[in-house]
């Protein structure tokens, strides 16, 4: 009787962690979905490079973004170009950053758009490292040309690769 119970219990478990599976599998196709009917249009190309503001004798925690958080490596955040910063949302102390998404060597990523820079000509966005290796694990490319940067509305994102 009580291998019976185990058995019983043992399959319910089986049964609802597949479930949870599935669920999750739907969820994120129905938010890729969602990414690319909200991302098309507005989009600007070009080339995108890493940045990383910290040198020694930097302030603690890293040095605070545009948007007033401090840089965090491990983050999915970028820096766009200073003139297309109306055009992703303002990136502006004390207002809540923008997000994008960001396709290149075939892949896709959502990030928080938290900078901004006078980049070099060419160059439309700075990834943080987190980002930039998601595209190059190696960091041997230095540039990634051909990127798509397209705005995203609202705030309901979760950050890090799509797809």
């Given at each position: 009787?009580?291998?019976?119970?185990?058995?019983?219990?043992?399959?319910?478990?089986?049964?609802?962690?597949?479930?949870?599976?599935?669920?999750?599998?739907?969820?994120?196709?129905?938010?890729?979905?969602?990414?690319?009917?909200?991302?098309?249009?507005?989009?600007?190309?070009?080339?995108?490079?890493?940045?990383?503001?910290?040198?020694?004798?930097?302030?603690?925690?890293?040095?605070?973004?545009?948007?007033?958080?401090?840089?965090?490596p491990?983050?999915?955040?970028?820096?766009?170009?200073?003139?297309?910063?109306?055009?992703f949302?303002?990136?502006?102390?004390?207002?809540?950053?923008?997000?994008?998404?960001?396709?290149?060597?075939?892949?896709?990523?959502?990030?928080?758009?938290?900078?901004?820079?006078?980049?070099?000509?060419?160059?439309?966005?700075?990834?943080?490292?987190?980002?930039?290796?998601?595209?190059?694990?190696?960091?041997?490319?230095g540039?990634?040309?051909?990127?798509?940067?397209?705005?995203?509305?609202?705030?309901?994102?979760?950050?890090?690769?799509?797809?």
């Amino acid at each position: 009787m009580l291998f019976r119970s185990s058995a019983a219990i043992c399959g319910a478990l089986v049964a609802l962690a597949v479930s949870v599976t599935i669920a999750k599998c739907e969820t994120r196709g129905g938010h890729a979905n969602t990414v690319a009917d909200t991302a098309s249009g507005n989009a600007v190309v070009g080339a995108a490079s890493m940045y990383n503001p910290f040198r020694p004798g930097k302030e603690e925690g890293g040095p605070r973004t545009a948007s007033g958080e401090r840089y965090d490596p491990s983050a999915w955040t970028a820096a766009i170009k200073t003139t297309l910063r109306r055009k992703f949302g303002g990136v502006q102390f004390g207002v809540k950053p923008k997000y994008a998404l960001v396709e290149a060597v075939g892949k896709k990523v959502i990030v928080k758009i938290n900078d901004v820079g006078p980049l070099r000509p060419g160059r439309v966005i700075d990834l943080n490292e987190r980002t930039m290796r998601h595209f190059d694990p190696s960091l041997e490319r230095g540039v990634i040309r051909d990127v798509r940067v397209s705005p995203l509305s609202g705030d309901d994102w979760t950050l890090g690769p799509v797809g």
